[in-house]
């Protein structure tokens, strides 16, 4: 299994970016999707999920109303789109899998998931 990150970069406050992850290796549709971000000498944290059919999302506090998450099942490839960046939104953003069954929604801690790609990094410039 893979899933690999793409999308980061450096970004002055109040821009915006697209991530993407790209799955291969496991049946996609049958995963729940999410996307979580460390800071450095931070903990990992908990940004977005989307459910495997992708009618049910979930965002942190800290990013709802700036960030959506989406799903191309065909494709094999979910997304992220980071809008309103602040410096506090600079960290390693990696996405993560979860075999689900039908429309359960998994867990915010990234100990629920069961793949892990890379990360891509996000640099806010004040």
């Known amino acids: 299994v893979q899933l690999q990150a793409s999308g980061g970069g450096l970004v002055q406050v109040g821009g915006s970016l697209r991530l993407s992850c790209a799955a291969s290796?496991?049946?996609?549709?049958?995963?729940?999707m999410a996307w979580f971000r460390q800071a450095p000498g931070k903990e990992r944290e908990f940004a977005a999920l989307i459910s495997r059919n992708g009618h049910t999302t979930n965002f942190a506090d800290s990013v709802k109303d700036r960030f959506t998450i989406s799903r191309d099942n065909a494709a094999k490839t979910a997304h992220l789109q980071l809008n309103s960046l602040t410096p506090d939104d600079t960290a390693n953003y990696h996405c993560?899998?979860?075999?689900?069954?039908?429309?359960?929604?998994?867990?915010?801690?990234?100990?629920?998931?069961?793949?892990w790609g890379q990360g891509t990094q996000v640099t806010v410039s004040s």
């Open positions: 993560a899998a979860k075999h689900t069954i039908l429309s359960v929604v998994p867990g915010t801690s990234p100990t629920d998931y069961d793949y």
């Open positions: 290796g496991l049946q996609f549709s049958r995963y729940a």
